[in-house]
């Protein structure tokens, strides 16, 4: 398995695995969106993605997107999207990806990592295997719609 940082050129092995993620979260597809989406991600260098690969196959990808504690004054990056094609499931790609970040976060001196889920993710008990504590803080989110 390889895992890299995902640039520009990594695109069009990315865009399909985005669109899968999304889908996964009971979304309609939509390639192109998908695309220009994550163009301006890497563009604009708003987020971190690593892209694994199996035998020169994208098969899973994680996007971090920053983060800042104004009480500790240090950064750290929200874990926010985590996918692993279906047929690559069960290969340690996902644990891979994450202690691909973990390191990510080391090597730069972060605060560490938070992880945004649904509720009922069967991936939560990775990332309590991999040493992420559940939040007892109340969490609230305002939307404008």
């Known amino acids: 398995m390889t895992i890299l940082k995902a640039q520009i ?7 399909p695995l985005f ?9 309609d597809s939509d390639v192109v969106r998908s695309k220009q989406f994550l163009f301006e991600r890497l563009k604009n260098k708003d987020s971190i993605i690593f892209i ?7 098969v899973g990808f994680t996007q971090l997107y ?5 009480v500790t004054m240090e950064s750290m990056y929200l874990l926010n999207d985590l996918y692993v094609d279906g047929n690559n499931r ?18 730069n001196n972060l605060k560490g990592l ?7 993710n069967p991936a939560q008990h990775l ?6 504590r559940k939040d007892p803080d109340l969490h609230f ?3 404008n719609n």
């Open 66 to 70: 920053p983060l800042f504690s104004s």
């Open 9 to 15: 050129e990594h695109l069009e092995n990315l865009t």
């Open 114 to 120: 938070a992880i945004q889920t649904a509720f009922d």
């Open 141 to 143: 989110f305002w939307t």
């Open 19 to 27: 669109d899968g993620y999304r889908v996964f979260y009971e979304q």
């Open 127 to 132: 990332y309590q295997r991999l040493g992420f």
């Open 52 to 58: 694994a690969y199996l035998e020169n196959i994208a």
């Open 90 to 107: 069960g290969k340690g790609i996902g644990e891979a990806l994450i202690n691909k970040s973990k390191t990510y976060c080391k090597e």
